[in-house]
């Protein structure tokens, strides 16, 4: 009779690489790397089966650290690219990262269409109000009268991006906010997202302490949502429009159909070329 095996849990220290994070001290993104891999741990994913894409900045680097398979993509193109391997790959867990500049500025189109689609992916963005990679400038989130870049000494003049209400407004189906201070919190929120079936938004509030300690009060400012998570789009926009933008948990959460094309896996050679045909 042979002796019975079991694979050992996997644990999160198991998701971390072997690369250590050049982030600065004191990075909200160090946060979400912990809360990733107890994510996944969770979850006990697969770590072949977890693919982790990402853009460009100092969030886009989270691929590297995590264990798993993953795409260091260019400037605000993670999306097009993840969306690109779920339609190939559809078995595959893909979580998608990145900042407030790369998510909403470069890659801003993509977010909308992103959420349009539903595709069944998450989406975490990190959130310093800043491109922190490129030594300080203002991002769509940052404040307008924020005056600490020499490209903006007045302030940028113009209103912020609002992350949850565009991403309603678009067709997302799971829209939450977390914060980095909060890693049980936050990684409860990753575990959902990933859980999720569709196009989960997970907005994560990331101080940058180097070039907003300003945001160090951030952690005396969250709060968790007043009421109850909701279905119903025109009052999950309501609660929105009246939040202060630093109340924490899910916001709204939707069972709406997910978009994937056809899968040509197993399609003959003469049915790819008809799909090429004019």
């Not at 109000?129 to 989130?141: F, H, I, N, R």
């Not at 209400?165 to 959902?192: C, K, M, N, W, Y």
Request: proline share 7%.
């Amino acid at each position: 009779m042979e002796a019975a095996t079991s694979t050992p849990a996997l644990k999160a220290k198991d998701y971390k690489s072997d690369i250590n994070p050049i982030w600065c001290p004191g990075c909200g993104d160090f946060g979400v790397l912990a809360a990733m891999s107890k994510a996944a741990a969770f979850l006990q994913l697969p770590k072949e089966q977890l693919a982790m894409i990402s853009g460009i900045g100092c969030s886009s680097r989270l691929p590297a650290y995590i264990n798993s398979y993953g795409f260091h993509g260019i400037h605000g193109r993670s999306l097009a690219i993840a969306a690109g391997l779920k339609a190939a790959r559809p078995d595959l867990t893909v979580v998608v990262s990145g900042g407030d500049g790369d998510g909403f500025s470069i890659g801003g189109n993509h977010f909308l269409h992103a959420c349009r689609r539903n595709m069944d992916l998450t989406y975490i963005v990190m959130d310093n109000e800043v491109y922190g990679m490129t030594k300080g400038q203002a991002s769509p989130t940052t404040q307008p009268d924020w005056r600490n870049s020499k490209l903006t000494p007045r302030g940028t003049g113009v209103r912020r991006f609002q992350p949850a209400a565009i991403a309603l407004a678009a067709g997302a189906s799971f829209i939450a906010r977390g914060f980095t201070g909060d890693p049980s919190e936050l990684t409860h929120l990753i575990v959902q997202a990933i859980q999720h079936p569709g196009f989960s938004f997970l907005h994560v509030l990331s101080p940058c302490q180097t070039y907003q300690p300003e945001q160090k009060e951030w952690k005396h400012m969250v709060h968790p949502q007043d009421e109850a998570v909701t279905d119903d789009p025109a009052e999950a926009a309501r609660r929105i429009q009246l939040d202060d933008g630093m109340s924490l948990g899910i916001i709204y959460a939707q069972q709406l159909p997910s978009w994937l094309p056809p899968h040509l896996s197993n399609a003959t050679l003469p049915q790819i070329e008809a799909e090429f045909q004019l």
